[in-house]
């Protein structure tokens, strides 16, 4: 659009601009449950176990499961054992939830559809009515509620039939299951729906699986790179997203299309250039993945990494045209922390990290399952992603995982019809309002930005770790990590202050 590669207007109440989509975000694989209702099919996350404490240290081999593993949830019935077989149980919840989203004056939900509740095996020759009929009711009901469905193709989500038949996405044959899931979902919601995304984190793929979040990771032919089938599957997926923003553009051009991406800002370690440049290459090789959704094209980076490393990537004649064709129109991430990098990490110590160890930034505090906290380096994001792409940005994701004390009760005792039941998450209010700040100062710097929507508005059960107690809601949801509870949500102390940040157009700050 015309005004696309200028910077936000200014707000007529202060620093964000009227219409700034403030919002909460969570996927449906983390937050439905419902997972054998409405003729939904089995995905990949309804076969990730729960892993007991001990487990966390590698995050990202947490969430592969081996075919024995597999073949084991598949016979197992019911819930148990399967933290996101039953989610938040927002599929049972659903119409509650949105009037409390509602209630906080939310502008936005960004959520994603379960590619498994549309296509039950994923290559199904017809889609299932009943899952198009859940999301046409929800996306309605927020529609007449005044929030915009910002809506995930898919997020961390994958028929489990494409996984055990097909491989995910090593198959090139999955990019057309992906197609006509796309074509069917964006011709039914044409008018409800205005802004897409394609693929969550796409640069997770290469980390985790084949699948993107997590499930299978077949050991390669001897002598061959496993990386090899991740870049693959990689740029399946690039296509598909090319694929699907072309859809959305053709059926629906009122609709924007964004690409997503788990931004992994790396500092150097020291001032040495020999670290300097290491912390670009980090830097470069996160960002290809949106220099192929924005700009079209692979960057030079990752195409030499390609050839030192003796990764070979088979492009189809017509791929790269396709994705030079098809960019997107803004560009969505995550950001939860920032890395540091060196030539010589053995000199520092190391530290947690989503996905990814990191070396402890003396700066830095960190959160209880160890990620750096960092919200200046918001500001520096938003900044380098703006000066790089000059397209709007949209902040999807942010937020904090922490244990949070229920305080009250239930049982009504004065007999007054009072639910004592609270939470007082202080330390969430501060993560925002220490974040949200510096999202104003990049506003302030001339950034052009779409919305915010924290992560996850409800607790949700977590991705990595699959546990509930790892709360990101400012809804807590009456659930422990075996899935025992009411499912009742209260609302947090960071709900009421939410409820002020959206009705002030964040002058609360
Ligand atoms: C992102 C994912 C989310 C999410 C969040 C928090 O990587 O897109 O799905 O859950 O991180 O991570 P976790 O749940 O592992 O704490």
Partial sequence: SATATEPSPAGTTGAFPDGFLWGVAFAANQVEGGFDQGGKGLSQADVIPYRTAGDYVDISALMKVSDAEIATAVASPGTAGYPKRSGSDFFGHWEEDVDLFAEMGLKALRMSIAWSRIFPNGNDAEPNEEGLLFYERLFTRLREKGIDPVVTMSHYEMPLHLVTEYGGWTSREVVGFFERYARTIVGRYTGLVRYWLTFNEINTTIIESYTGGGVIEREPAPGVDPRQAGYQALHHQFVASALATRIVHELDPAAQVGCMLARMSHYPASSDPAD???????????????????RGRYSGTVRRFWRDQGITVVMEPGDEELLAANTVDFLSFS???????????????????????????????TTEWGWHFDPEGLRYVLNDLWDRYQVPLFIVENGLGATDVLEGSAVDAAHDGTDTRRVHDDYRIDYYVKHLREVREAIADGVNLLGYTAWGGLDIISASTSQMTKRYGVIYVDADDTGTGSYDRVRKDSFYWYQKLAATNGAVL
């Fill in 335 to 365: 950001y939860y922390m920032s890395l540091v990098s060196s030539v010589s990490p053995e000199k520092y110590g190391a530290t947690g990290g989503n996905l990814f160890s990191t070396i402890k930034n003396p700066y830095l505090a």
């Fill in 276 to 294: 300097i440049v290491k912390a670009q290459f980090d830097n470069n090789m996160n960002l290809f993945h949106t220099d192929v959704q924005v």
